[in-house]
């Protein structure tokens, strides 16, 4: 008996992936079995409506088995829909659905209820900036990028740890003082950053996300203390407007970090420490922040972020707050875009109820419509369920992009040879499946961020973080042979990082190879004078090539091969063709075969060497040596 549907092929489900509301979709199921039979269903669940079980019925023979077809119509409003089959055959009932990874594809067959294939159903109008698609952005962890001719050590501030700009970051409440208070400053600000936008132009760097910059006690700022102020250690309101002006002069756009889920207790709206003259609502049940937060015995037992005392929780849905953050005519959204900002990235957006998600993106669209505003999301964000509750993200009325963080995963467990070509493939292919082609064109495909162990630490075979200790941490490098194989794997990761579909995001430092654990190690800061011209001179060279074909940014995508260590993939339109192929064996060569027949290929190139290439009955073949790249550009014709 086989059984077989492939959500990726279009003879079995069209159109392939996520689809606007009222769509038509087409299902089949590939049946072979030595009696006929009895009855074919499809089920689907939308939403958390009831099930409903459609009849499939026989269309045709096929290699000595029978296609079934169930058409259905998805909904009018946007939703998740998931799917499976039920055959019964002579006494038997088998099911068919997603495989054991929910990765979509290929199925498996159960004699119980399997899990569904999911179709997103998202609204026809929704649209991210088109700008966003084509950028290259760099993320900047302000106090440690650049100094600038300011003095952040002059902002009045008797309270901090001053640093040494080549010293390791402070990891131990003792080095604090007993208690981790993440007050060791080394002086980067915004008159820095301005200072570096040409050095950001010539890399070839459009946008530029900042972690925290309002006032904050915390080198990190994710403990707001003043919305409405830039701290002063990193300049002033003036002073972030001149760096946007400035940027925008560089084509270059700001993009701020919003931590709304949260403030600090040392703020002026929460005022534990008494810092600030307002009212706090930890002094008293009078203040106009007092309804803001959640106390369970006022004013010392509160609700925090992870119960850290320092983060108390916010209530989100309290209109006063509401009003303060996102709709009055002067809230904090609008009053940072009118600034300058272009967007906002959401700190813990899991944490954040999906409808002040929905008015913080129709106020910034009210106010910039090409705003963009992107969710801190670690997994696929199509489905994700936090706290119970289905999230909404890409449905067309929240986020327009999250930071890809299952793609960076991939991308190190394919390099490191964690997993082969085929998982990296599929894994790929079920965000291309589940989000809708505006959202995946406008990912945030990063390598490292402030929360993640720095990229090139990782391409090093570094330990696991579990299995050392954070002394251990603070003074790994990596050895020169893990180096130099770490920066082998790099030149195909960043080439996949900067073809694949997406927005490539740098981690400030990545790019001269910074090294580093996670936080606070992979906070140090930017080695000015002690860069590395090699790992610069790849993230110059794939940017360039990146920027200087645009089939890379707005280019349809489909994977071409996959075999053990070695993926190929496509991006084209109806002329040309773009074939990227990496090979992450570390010892073996692969024997490649392109089979590009139902392209129709009249001519391929090697980008890289301007060799022309024989294509022989639609198929192009080559030796890809270990831990090596081939790009292929190729003319193409509709049949």
């Known amino acids: 008996m086989v059984i077989e549907h492939d959500s990726r092929n279009i003879l079995y489900r069209s159109p392939f992936g996520a689809v606007p509301c009222m769509t038509n979709i087409r299902l089949r199921l590939y049946v072979k079995a030595d009696k006929i039979p009895a009855s074919i269903t499809l089920v689907y669940r939308y939403r958390d409506d009831d099930p409903v079980t459609l009849p499939m019925n026989y269309i045709y023979m096929i290699a000595r088995g029978s296609i079934y077809e169930a058409e259905l119509q998805v909904p009018k409003d946007p939703g998740l829909i998931f799917y499976y089959f039920t055959i019964v055959i ?32 998202y609204r026809k109008d929704f649209k991210t900036p088109d700008w966003f698609k084509g950028s290259i952005i760099y993320q900047i962890f302000p106090d440690r990028f650049y100094k600038g001719e300011m003095d952040s050590f002059k902002a009045g501030r008797d309270d901090i740890i001053r640093r040494d700009w080549d010293d390791v970051p402070y990891y131990k409440a003792e080095q604090f003082g007993g208690e981790y208070l993440a007050n060791d400053f080394y002086g980067g600000n915004l008159d820095g950053i301005m200072r570096k936008l040409p050095y950001l132009r010539d890399l070839g760097i459009s946008v530029v996300y900042l972690n925290p910059i309002f006032k904050a006690y915390s080198n990190h700022k994710y403990d707001t203390g003043d919305y409405e102020e830039i701290d002063p250690m990193f300049g002033s309101n003036e002073l972030f407007e001149e760096l946007c002006r400035k940027a925008l002069g560089y084509g270059i756009r700001i993009i701020l970090d919003g931590v709304f889920n949260h403030t600090g207790s040392d703020s002026k709206y929460f005022n534990k420490e008494g810092s600030y003259e307002a009212v706090g609502a930890y002094q008293s049940k009078d203040s106009p922040y007092y309804n803001w937060y959640r106390f369970s015995k006022h004013p010392e037992e509160y609700e925090s972020w992870w119960d850290f005392k320092t983060l108390p929780n916010i209530n989100e849905t309290e209109p006063s707050y509401v009003d303060y953050i996102i709709t009055s005519s002067d809230s904090i959204v609008k009053k940072w875009l009118n600034y300058g900002a272009y967007g906002w990235r959401l700190d813990v957006a899991d944490e954040l109820p999906s409808e002040l998600i929905k008015m913080i993106r129709k106020e910034m669209k009210s106010t910039k419509p090409e705003s963009v505003l992107i969710g801190e999301v670690w997994e696929d964000a199509s489905n994700k369920v936090s706290y119970g509750v289905r999230r909404e993200y890409f449905l067309g009325e929240e986020l327009d992009s999250v930071m890809n963080y299952p793609l960076r995963n991939a991308i190190i467990d394919f390099a490191c040879q964690s997993c082969d070509a085929n998982t990296f493939g599929m894994r790929i292919m079920s965000l291309c499946e589940n989000y809708p082609s505006e959202a995946f064109y406008s990912l945030m495909n990063l390598l490292s961020s402030h929360d993640s162990e720095r990229i090139l630490t990782m391409l090093g075979d570094a330990p696991d973080r579990n299995k050392i200790s954070k002394d251990e941490m603070a003074v790994y490098k990596l050895s020169e042979l893990k180096s130099e194989l770490a920066k082998k794997r790099l030149e195909n990761v960043v080439l996949l990082q900067m073809t694949l579909p997406g927005v490539p995001c740098i981690y400030y430092g990545d790019e001269v190879g910074m090294q580093g654990y996670n936080d606070p190690f992979n906070r140090k800061a930017y080695p000015w004078g002690s860069e590395d011209g090699q790992i610069l001179s790849i993230y110059k060279k794939m940017i360039a090539f990146r920027q200087e074909n645009s089939l890379l940014i707005e280019g349809d995508f489909e994977i071409i091969y996959m075999y053990k260590s070695c993926l190929a993939f496509a991006r084209y339109d109806k002329e040309k063709l773009i074939l990227v192929s990496v090979n992450m064996d570390k010892k073996d060569e692969v024997f490649v075969r392109l089979d590009l027949s139902r392209f129709h290929p009249t001519y391929a190139s090697d980008m890289i060497t301007s060799e022309s290439l024989d294509i022989i009955n639609g198929t192009i073949i080559y030796d890809l040596p270990p831990l090596s790249y081939k790009i292929i550009e190729a003319d193409i014709k509709e049949p």
Do not use: E
């Not at 659905?97 to 990765?103: A, F, P, S």
């Open 90 to 121: 002579g006494n038997n009932t088998y099911y068919y659905g997603n495989n054991k990874d929910n990765l979509g594809g290929l199925g498996k067959v159960s004699i119980k209820i399997p899990p569904g294939y999911q179709i997103t159903v």
